[in-house]
């Protein structure tokens, strides 16, 4: 089976990540891409606590595109450790990423397009399956980190 990921967004040079930016550039981006990997299915978009993500703008926006959205008002405390790919995936591609190959834009794209072909597929089933014991740790610790319990 070919097991693929979101295909990571670059920002141009100069583009800084911004309330209009994420509204414009990154949430459609977003959208487009769970499309791809789920062809239009119900599929849900979960975001954390970063302030772009809390945006009046941001959550209406999400609201009137996404199928299953989640918002602000619902989502659980230390919502990162319930995001496999805050707390697992994106760790496994950057310690495979060769940083000293990375000059440039460019090298950088390769270089991270690279690691993410080395993902193992098991290894993100894995985590991917964890999700459910860790709602269930977050809850069982009243929404208090759960280091290590389920990682």
């Not at 805050?86 to 950057?94: A, L, T």
């Amino acid at each position: 089976m070919v097991w693929t990921f979101t295909r990571p967004y670059f920002f141009l040079k100069g583009e800084r990540l911004n309330g209009q930016t994420y509204r414009d550039e990154l949430l459609p981006f977003y959208k487009e891409e769970g499309d791809r990997l789920f062809g239009h299915k119900n599929w849900g978009f979960q975001q954390d606590g970063a302030s772009f993500h809390k945006d009046n703008k941001a959550q209406k926006w999400c609201k009137n595109n996404f199928k299953f959205f989640i918002p602000k008002e619902k989502w659980p405390p230390n919502s990162p450790e319930l995001n496999p790919l805050d707390y697992s995936i994106w760790d496994n591609i950057s310690s495979n990423v060769e940083y000293h190959k990375v000059k440039t834009i460019n090298d950088l794209r390769r270089e991270v397009e690279k690691a993410m072909k080395k993902v193992d597929v098991s290894y993100a089933r894995e985590v991917i399956g964890a999700f459910l014991r860790r709602v269930y740790s977050v809850e069982k610790h009243g929404g208090e980190l759960i280091i290590d319990e389920y990682s």
